[in-house]
């Protein structure tokens, strides 16, 4: 989402004349747009005000805004402490950047705007052209969450559930398509519990799948709970929406589920997981999982590491508990922390096996790849097959755009090399909806 949300804070600054530099030392204005789910996200903050300071000792300083999480969590703090900062602005807030900008360059004024304005900061961004022209590209479908994980920040820092509207969202997918666009991954902290006066994501994902030229249709990130059987059943009948699903689970024990108000069991999990087995073989996961979190014990653990051998999934994120400044989770009693790191590290490497297993698995088959871009300096190309793993060909031919079947010759954890066996013209299988 920071990604959307970057590009959109660009498509704000342009109407004020200001482009992109990918020079730090050419920067009249220097927004950093932070993530606070990231262990030590506020530190990075300073570490990188540092290296401006460095770039611009001799030099006038430029304009230094932060927006994001970290902003929202923590402004005051970072104003009082760090005077190089000129303004912070919350990830609802960051509409008001040209004002911003011109109340700095006028006045030198510091700035501390973190309110919740969702449906201000939506209006604004449908009046300005998205101008990504990526071949995958992301649109902010929902923010906010009403979950309340006990270890989440996001419904402090994002606020309460919002959903956009379906003809400011068509708009926008259509703008993206028109730019180059082939790929679309909605977003939303609980994408799947869009809803927007009675419409659904599944009613969206039917809509946006008529676009013409969009391949291509993803959606992250799913909460288990809002897994309703209108959206399993897209996933039978909309071609054009890939056969991977992240949904995060955290942990394979129901009391440590239970003590995360992460509100369904694990069982619960697996029933969501074997009606979208059962309604489209193809599918596969990937999720997000919590080592160490307050509570766990050995047999927590155990429960976790069985479920990630039957889930099979092919990604995992996984993490060490650590604590969030002002979530339950902060004031529970905490796991040992060496236990924890030790805990993540066996869980690592059995997750690592599993994925490899299934990427072994892929070798000298076919898989329908997208391909992105262009390798700067080389002739190969970089792109996504349908579970968005990466491939790498080689290619005199212009692939960007395209999808082409590929045979997967080898690869590791990262990667896939291949070589392209025949362009996919009109496919069925990406020709629109099914029925
Ligand atoms: S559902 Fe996701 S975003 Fe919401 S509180 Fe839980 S972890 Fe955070």
Redesign the pocket.
Known sequence: MNEYDSNRIYDIAKKIHYTKTQRLEEADCYVLNTCHIREKATEKVYHDIGRVKKEFKNKKKPIVIITGCVAQAEGEILIDREKYIDAVLGPQSYQHLNETIRKIEKESKRINSTEFNTVEKFDTLNLLKNSNNEISTFLTIQEG?D???KF?V??YTRGAEFSRSMDEILNEANELVANGAREITLLG??VNSYNFKGKKLSNLIHEISKIENLLRIRYT?S?PLDFSEDLIKIHEVCSKLMPLIHLPVQSGSNSILKSMNRKHSKEEYLDTVKKLKKINPKIKFSSDFIIGYPGETENDFIDTLKLIEKMEYINIYSYVFSPRPGTPAANMEQVNREVAKQRLKVFQEKAAKIKMCYRENLFNKQSLVLFENKIENSDKYFGRDEYLNSVVVKSNEDLKGKIFEVKILNGNQSTLVGMIKKKIKETPQYNNVRN
Request: positive net charge.
């Open positions: 969450c979950k309340f994980c989440c996001v419904p902290q609980n990130t909460h």
